[in-house]
């Protein structure tokens, strides 16, 4: 694999990013099939009219990996939110999404060092994959919390790091 590069989202990017994000959305968290809510927080959050307004937000910012120029990976990160289980004020990685066919080639272990301050994140309980992948970059569990999505409710692990 070539090298991988980094850099800030541009907005001619946007759709690109839209079906990166869809993609590995669905093979993360489509575990009994693809549900009515799931179709329609996929088809909003992740258009990319959304994604033009998260790359020219102030309180979001969008970091991509790329190889040949093209996206394989992007970290979406919140700037000004709060965590929910310590109560203080630190940016939140809200997205590290990798096409899987970049899994194990450093690109996530990469895009997250780009990324990295002291932050929390939340990752779906049910996705074993991505809980490993925070363990063994020194995350820990802090708790639970339920992301809602229409009438039901998804427990996420919150996790933090501690950076020296």
């Known amino acids: 694999m070539n090298k991988a590069t980094f850099g800030k989202a541009k907005l001619s990017e946007a759709l690109q990013i839209s079906i990166l994000m869809k993609t590995v959305n ?8 693809i ?9 909003k959050r992740f258009s990319p009219e959304y994604i033009e307004s998260v790359i020219k937000s102030n309180t979001k910012r969008i970091i991509v990996s790329y190889l ?3 996206p394989i990976g992007v970290a979406e990160i919140i700037l000004d939110t709060t965590c929910p289980i310590k109560k203080i004020k630190t940016p939140e990685l809200s997205k590290l999404y990798i096409l ?6 450093g690109v996530g272990y990469k895009l997250l ?3 990295e301050k002291e932050l929390y994140l939340e990752v779906f309980t049910e996705n074993p994959k991505a809980v490993s992948f925070y363990e063994r970059q020194s995350y820990q569990k802090i708790g639970k919390v339920d992301f809602p999505m229409q009438d039901n409710n998804y427990r996420n692990w919150v996790m933090t790091k501690k950076l020296n």
Not at 26 to 33: S, T
Not at 35 to 43: G, L, N, S, V, W
């Open 113 to 115: 060092k780009e990324v």
């Open 100 to 105: 899987e066919r970049f899994y194990g080639k």
């Open 68 to 70: 040949n120029n093209n």
């Open 35 to 43: 549900r009515p809510e799931m179709a329609t927080y996929i088809d």
């Open 26 to 33: 669905v093979q993360a968290y489509a575990i009994d099939g």
